[in-house]
């Protein structure tokens, strides 16, 4: 499996690095592409540099570069999670303007019929951006709002992350047990 991780300037970090590192002890191979304000907040919020991140991912792409491998519908790949999608991202992306690589990439995904998920933090949403999320939807994009679930009981906020992480690796099709399901 070849999936593409984009990581944009929204809050909830810790949810794409997360997914980095649990994709990487599955082997599977990742295309990592991270915003300007991403690696701000990644800093921020988790103290892990760009060259931290990288290390979790299997390519690392700059997002100025829109000839890399991932800007074309011809390098095929399974897929793209935006993790966390900032509205500015989100709303690129709904809009079609793909001005940098992580919103032609999910471009391309849309374009080719591919998985996208879409994990935004923002809250209160605006008219603008549920307008620009339910476009998103229609075309076939997963909206999956950083919510996680507290009918597991979680202890902590690893228990958090595993669960919004889990439920990503669902809309995959991605087996994992890294939270317990409902009536399991
Ligand atoms: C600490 C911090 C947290 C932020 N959290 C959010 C957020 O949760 N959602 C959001 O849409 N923007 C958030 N922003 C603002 C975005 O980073 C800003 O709109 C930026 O232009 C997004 O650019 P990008 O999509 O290219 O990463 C945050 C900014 C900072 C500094």
New binding site residues.
């Given amino acids: 499996m070849r999936l593409i991780v984009g ?6 970090a810790i949810y794409g690095i997360g997914l980095l590192k649990v994709l990487k002890e599955l082997n599977i191979e990742t295309h990592l592409v991270v ?4 690696e ?2 990644v800093e ?2 988790c103290g892990f540099n760009l060259e931290e991140l990288k290390k979790l991912a299997t390519y690392y792409h700059d ?1 100025k570069n829109l000839a890399a491998p991932i800007a074309s519908g011809s390098f095929k790949t399974d897929g793209m999670v935006v993790v ?7 709303s ?1 992306i709904a809009n079609g303007y793909s001005d ?1 690589l ?1 919103t032609r990439a999910a471009d391309v995904c849309i374009k080719e019929g591919r998985r996208v998920i879409l994990v ?4 209160p949403l605006s008219a603008i ?1 549920l307008e620009n999320m339910l476009k998103l939807v229609r075309c076939g994009v997963k909206v999956m709002p950083a919510s996680p679930g507290f009918y597991n009981q979680p202890q902590t906020i690893n228990d958090l992350v595993a669960f919004m992480v889990g439920r990503i690796l669902d809309q995959l099709d991605i087996e994992h047990s890294l939270y317990t399901r409902w009536g399991e």
């Fill in positions: 990581i944009s300037g929204g809050s909830c915003t300007t304000m991403g701000y907040v921020h919020e997002n966390p999608c900032s509205m500015k991202t989100l690129s940098n992580l935004p933090r923002e809250t951006h």
